[in-house]
């Protein structure tokens, strides 16, 4: 029996490699494999240089490591746009680390070919094709299977994201360990995976997290004069520029505008989007005392709902993870987290609920777990207000009791189909608030 352990993004946090080579150890590991991006934002960068050539078989340069290189400490070098504060840990790295260190970051390769027994191993820091290309649930299968081809590999071992992964294709697997270092799933443990072979030549894979005294990290942060805002990664596991910038540096009117342009121009059915982005507002603003979310919630929710169909322009099946991935990709001006919050909303207003076993959502952090849950219950009745796609409700009167939510529907004509699709779609919220949900039908004219 073998027994490999994975590691990737250390980021210089040396507590958080000392508990996982630990962990490791314990656990029967072998050898110990590194997928690079040993520097940057930590403190530590030539400890865990140190280290890794101590305890790594293989070590790999990843494309922070590259960057810090490139830029040799001169923020002139950097690109104008970036971060200040990330520009301080560029400059910092490069002054912190060795000449000897910086020489032996410069020699480390950006691929390996091993062999793992009779599996035919490629490691690489993003992707055989790119040490910047992140693999991830969201990769298309069909990318998957071309980099499975290209690199002619049985395993690719792959880190980048900073997020675990794992996916078994024919006889083939791709495997991301996540991040030792600065998880970005929103859990601040410190991840790495274990593979093991047995006597059968069977691939076990297992995925870890470990906890970590990450008050070592904060003091070590705050007496060497790195930004006190990294704190935050290594405190809620959260990528930097989601836990400072939370809210769209674009207006929501004009994001709003921005969004009707987009689904005008793919041909998607523009005023069952708006009328569903209207009911959707209207049910937000009503169910208030329920939920407690701010402005900014309503406005990914009015994005979502102005979105959640456009996977029927790319086809029938699937429509829903369809726009999804259209949102992921789509040229609108939203931040990282309002994308990724408006598109698994868009993919949860239908078919299944959100769900720790899918990976997109459980990457999220708990809070914005919450608002995928709420928002896309809220958004399941809206667009069942609408079933007909025919506009036939103008406005929404909702009240509250302690067992009940009494939901008043305005329109011309009976909305009898509306109210049954709205009533099999409100399954969700009636699980989340513990509450009945009963429709009811005024007559009034517009």
């Given at each position: ?36 991006d040993n ?17 790594c078989e ?43 260190n ?58 980048h ?11 083939h697997?791709?495997?991301?360990p ?19 072979i ?6 076990n ?7 970590y ?37 674009t ?11 987009y ?35 309503e ?34 001006p ?73 939901i ?5 004509e ?33």
């Open positions: 029996m073998i027994k490999i352990a994975i590691i990737s993004d250390i980021h210089a946090n040396l507590p958080a490699l000392k508990a996982v080579i630990q962990n490791a150890r314990k656990a029967g590991a072998m050898m110990i494999w590194n997928l690079g520097c940057g934002y930590g403190p530590y960068p030539n400890e865990i240089l140190k280290l890794i050539c101590e305890e293989y070590n790999l340069q990843g494309n922070y490591d590259k960057k810090v290189l490139k830029y040799a400490g001169l923020k002139k070098n950097i690109p104008a746009k970036t971060n200040k504060d990330k520009k301080n840990a560029f400059v910092w790295a490069w002054n912190e680390l060795t000449e000897a910086r020489k032996l970051i410069a020699e480390l390769p950006d691929k390996i070919s091993a062999f793992l027994s009779s599996y035919r191993v490629m490691l690489v820091h993003g992707s055989p094709e790119s040490d910047s290309e992140g693999i991830d649930s969201n990769t298309p299968v069909a990318r998957l299977k071309e980099l499975l081809t290209a690199s002619k590999a049985d395993i690719i071992l792959c880190g994201t900073h997020k675990q992964f794992f996916v078994k294709i024919g006889k697997y791709i495997i991301n996540g991040s030792v270092g600065r998880p970005d799933d929103g859990d601040p443990r410190a991840a790495y995976s274990m593979l093991t047995d006597d059968e030549d069977n691939l894979i297992e995925m870890h997290r470990i906890e005294d990450t008050d070592v990290i904060i003091n070590a942060i705050n007496s060497k004069g790195l930004p006190t805002s990294f704190i935050s990664m290594f405190t809620q596991g959260r990528p930097f520029h989601l836990i400072n910038a939370k809210t769209s540096v207006p929501a009117k004009q994001l709003i505008q921005d969004i009707q342009l689904i005008n121009e793919i041909n998607a059915n523009v005023p069952h989007l708006l009328q569903v982005a209207n009911l959707a507002k209207k049910l937000f603003n009503q169910l208030l005392p329920l939920h407690n979310l701010d402005k900014n919630a406005n990914v929710l009015v994005f979502a709902s102005m979105l959640h169909d456009i996977g029927w322009t790319t086809g029938i099946d699937s429509h829903h993870k369809r726009a999804a991935q259209l949102i992921r990709n789509a040229q609108l939203l931040t990282s987290i309002e994308r990724e919050l408006t598109a698994q909303i868009a993919r949860y207003h239908r078919k299944s609920k959100p769900s720790l076993t899918h990976d997109s959502f459980a990457a999220l952090s708990y809070e914005d777990r919450q608002h995928v849950e709420i928002l896309s219950a809220i958004l399941r009745i809206a667009d069942g207000l609408d079933n007909c796609h025919e506009q036939k409700i103008y406005d929404i009167i909702c009240r509250i009791t302690r067992s009940k939510i009494l008043q529907l305005i329109s011309a009976n909305p009898s189909q509306n109210i049954e699709a709205a009533i099999k779609k409100g399954d969700y919220m009636v699980e989340l608030f513990k509450r009945t949900i009963t429709f009811t039908w005024k007559k009034e004219n517009k």
